[in-house]
């Protein structure tokens, strides 16, 4: 019993803290938001399941399954990065080594924090399960609210997927190469696998319980319309031409296969979380705790703090004297961006800019070009947010012209972002694709723009990366209307609103000394 209360008094501290951290709100806006497009106004253009053209009518059990996939797709990538520093936290406040000199066992420490996790996701598809009683009643096709029908689909499809994330962000933090970035984007795409292959009906554990849910719904709609139309079976964010043909579903039964597996997918979960115990060194640095954070040569891994303060003193005292040697600034925010950046790195984006060179036009804006502006993501992520990780921030709070260092710095993500892209640029230009240069403008500003701001506001690198790629991956799905590098095209011309993003830059631009002069009190 004083295991059980020990564990539960860790686990709901933990809990308490992190749900009133900016990031759960963001997350938790953002599934409320996904579960709007689950259950789309029905004029809408945005759907997230589909079966070919048609969907089924708004009753209580269609609700639940479309909004319970939709809370399993998006909850299983995005809340991964809600709950995986909870280890590297207690390290950061010194939590960790008072948990270390504690009786309590290294098992019962990780089962806490899997709890804590698992808690914090359980949150989160709680409020999207209200979300789609609310969005029944809203939309208004079906008012009868069937709550078994609605909310048994939470417990059985989504909830256990929820666990394997929880026990996932765990594990990534015991495992040293997985801590820092690269584990954000390893994360982002084993859950991109996950996400394809957890639809089939032969998913391990049931995967999402997509399968079950797609049987039935054909069923149905074949009773309805024949076999006339396309039933393809889609769960992802699709833009469709014309709004869906609704169609009559009763909803189905779990069967006792698929419970059992569901069981066990949540028994692996545990397993999962609970097998760090074999190497985890209860916060100690030298035993591979959390404190022993990604090697330097890493691309997340900013350069030291000594380099850092090294690469401004020069140009601030000049920018003092007049701004005269505003180059000299941005050269020394080049080199801090760069710094520590593994020789590996600068082979693999050699090699991309060399296949912007030699292939295709078409195969170097549908292909190279998101290539080699994903690349940097990790470097990227270092804009804004070195000071605070360095802990720089009170020496540069005295700096007299802090909007010219931070213009400084985002010139020096403009500058790795121009570099990476070369290759594209000079192939469009000697075809003369002028929206296609256009469009490349418009990335070449508009990511460093995003980086800068949420690095200065959210004073982490890893937001950033969370946002990004999610960004990125729509973009390669062909959605012309998030495009901000021209690689959407129609009839070889880009399709994405150009002129947004580098008016959209500037905004963000605005916005970050905005937010930096009123961190500070700085009105210059």
Same mark, same amino acid.
Request: net charge positive.
């Given at each position: 019993?004083?295991?059980?209360?020990?564990?539960?008094?860790?686990?709901?501290?933990?809990?308490?803290?992190?749900?009133?951290?900016?990031?759960?709100?963001?997350?938790?806006?953002?599934?409320?938001?996904?579960?709007?497009?689950?259950?789309?106004?029905?004029?809408?253009?945005?759907?997230?399941?589909?079966?070919?053209?048609?969907?089924?009518?708004?009753?209580?059990?269609?609700?639940?399954?479309?909004?319970?996939?939709?809370?399993?797709?998006?909850?299983?990538?995005?809340?991964?990065?809600?709950?995986?520093?909870?280890?590297?936290?207690?390290?950061?406040?010194?939590?960790?080594?008072?948990?270390?000199?504690?009786?309590?066992?290294?098992?019962?420490?990780?089962?806490?924090?899997?709890?804590?996790?698992?808690?914090?996701?359980?949150?989160?598809?709680?409020?999207?399960?209200?979300?789609?009683?609310?969005?029944?009643?809203?939309?208004?096709?079906?008012?009868?609210?069937?709550?078994?029908?609605?909310?048994?689909?939470?417990?059985?499809?989504?909830? *256990?997927?929820? +666990?394997?994330?929880? #026990? @996932? $962000? =765990?594990?990534?933090?015991?495992?040293?190469?997985? /801590? &820092? %970035?690269?584990?954000?984007?390893?994360?982002?795409?084993?859950?991109?696998?996950?996400?394809?292959?957890?639809?089939?009906?032969?998913?391990?554990?049931?995967?999402?319980?997509?399968?079950?849910?797609?049987?039935?719904?054909?069923?149905?709609?074949?009773?309805?319309?024949?076999?006339?139309?396309?039933?393809?079976?889609?769960?992802?964010?699709?833009?469709?031409?014309?709004?869906?043909?609704?169609?009559?579903?009763?909803?189905?039964?779990?069967?006792?296969?698929?419970?059992?597996?569901?069981?066990?997918?949540?028994?692996?979960?545990?397993?999962?979380?609970?097998?760090?115990?074999?190497?985890?060194?209860?916060?100690?640095?030298?035993?591979?705790?959390?404190?022993?954070?990604?090697?330097?040569?890493?691309?997340?891994? *900013?350069?030291? +703090?000594?380099?850092? #303060? @090294? $690469? =401004?003193?020069?140009?601030?005292?000049?920018?003092? /004297? &007049? %701004?005269?040697?505003?180059?000299?600034?941005?050269?020394?925010?080049?080199?801090?961006?760069?710094?520590?950046?593994?020789?590996?790195?600068?082979?693999?984006?050699?090699?991309?800019?060399?296949?912007?060179?030699?292939?295709?036009?078409?195969?170097?804006?549908?292909?190279?070009?998101?290539?080699?502006?994903?690349?940097?993501?990790?470097?990227?992520?270092?804009?804004?947010?070195?000071?605070?990780?360095?802990?720089?921030?009170?020496?540069?709070?005295?700096?007299?012209?802090?909007?010219?260092?931070?213009?400084?710095?985002?010139?020096?993500?403009?500058?790795?972002?121009?570099?990476?892209?070369?290759?594209?640029?000079?192939?469009?230009?000697?075809?003369?694709?002028?929206?296609?240069?256009?469009?490349?403008?418009?990335?070449?500003?508009?990511?460093?723009?995003? #980086?800068?701001? =949420?690095?200065?506001?959210?004073?982490?690198?890893?937001?950033?990366?969370?946002?990004?790629?999610?960004?990125?991956?729509?973009?390669?799905?062909?959605?012309?209307?998030?495009?901000?590098?021209?690689?959407?095209?129609?009839?070889?011309?880009?399709?994405?609103?150009?002129?947004?993003?580098?008016?959209?830059?500037?905004?963000?631009?605005?916005?970050?000394?905005?937010?930096?002069?009123?961190?500070?009190?700085?009105?210059?």
């Amino acid at each position: 019993m004083t295991a059980l209360r020990t564990l539960a008094g860790l686990a709901a501290g933990d809990f308490k803290d992190r749900v009133r951290r900016p990031v759960h709100l963001m997350v938790l806006l953002a599934a409320v938001g996904l579960g709007c497009l689950a259950v789309p106004p029905a004029d809408g253009r945005w759907v997230i399941l589909a079966l070919g053209e048609y969907r089924g009518t708004y009753t209580s059990a269609y609700v639940g399954v479309a909004t319970a996939l939709a809370g399993g797709l998006w909850l299983t990538l995005g809340g991964f990065y809600v709950v995986r520093k909870g280890l590297t936290r207690d390290e950061e406040t010194r939590v960790g080594q008072i948990l270390a000199a504690t009786p309590a066992r290294t098992v019962l420490l990780l089962a806490a924090k899997f709890l804590s996790n698992f808690l914090v996701l359980a949150s989160m598809l709680g409020v999207l399960a209200v979300t789609a009683l609310a969005l029944q009643l809203v939309r208004g096709e079906d008012r009868g609210v069937d709550p078994v029908a609605l909310f048994q689909p939470f417990l059985v499809m989504a909830l *256990p997927l929820l +666990a394997l994330t929880a #026990a @996932a $962000a =765990l594990l990534f933090e015991t495992v040293p190469v997985l /801590r &820092g %970035g690269l584990g954000n984007v390893a994360w982002f795409c084993v859950a991109l696998v996950v996400g394809v292959k957890g639809q089939s009906a032969d998913a391990p554990f049931g995967g999402f319980g997509a399968g079950p849910a797609a049987d039935s719904l054909r069923a149905a709609l074949t009773e309805e319309f024949g076999k006339a139309g396309d039933h393809t079976f889609s769960l992802g964010l699709t833009q469709i031409p014309e709004p869906l043909t609704p169609f009559r579903w009763g909803g189905f039964t779990f069967g006792g296969d698929f419970l059992v597996s569901r069981l066990l997918l949540v028994a692996a979960a545990v397993a999962l979380a609970l097998l760090p115990a074999l190497w985890f060194g209860r916060y100690d640095p030298t035993r591979g705790g959390p404190a022993a954070d990604a090697s330097p040569a890493a691309p997340d891994a *900013p350069a030291p +703090a000594p380099a850092y #303060a @090294a $690469a =401004l003193t020069l140009p601030r005292t000049a920018t003092e /004297r &007049g %701004g005269r040697t505003f180059g000299r600034l941005l050269a020394g925010e080049v080199r801090i961006l760069v710094g520590g950046v593994s020789p590996w790195w600068w082979a693999v984006a050699a090699a991309l800019t060399v296949a912007g060179l030699a292939l295709p036009l078409d195969a170097v804006t549908g292909l190279v070009l998101p290539a080699v502006w994903i690349w940097p993501v990790l470097i990227w992520s270092r804009l804004g947010s070195l000071p605070v990780e360095h802990g720089m921030e009170g020496l540069l709070g005295a700096y007299p012209a802090v909007r010219r260092r931070l213009l400084a710095a985002w010139g020096s993500g403009v500058v790795l972002t121009a570099v990476l892209g070369v290759a594209p640029l000079l192939r469009m230009a000697f075809a003369a694709d002028l929206p296609g240069l256009a469009a490349w403008l418009g990335g070449v500003v508009f990511i460093p723009s995003l #980086a800068l701001l =949420l690095g200065v506001v959210c004073r982490t690198h890893r937001v950033f990366q969370v946002v990004y790629l999610p960004l990125w991956y729509l973009v390669i799905n062909q959605v012309a209307a998030l495009d901000f590098m021209g690689a959407v095209r129609e009839a070889g011309v880009p399709a994405g609103p150009t002129p947004l993003f580098p008016a959209l830059a500037l905004l963000l631009l605005g916005a970050t000394f905005l937010a930096a002069g009123t961190r500070r009190g700085l009105t210059t």
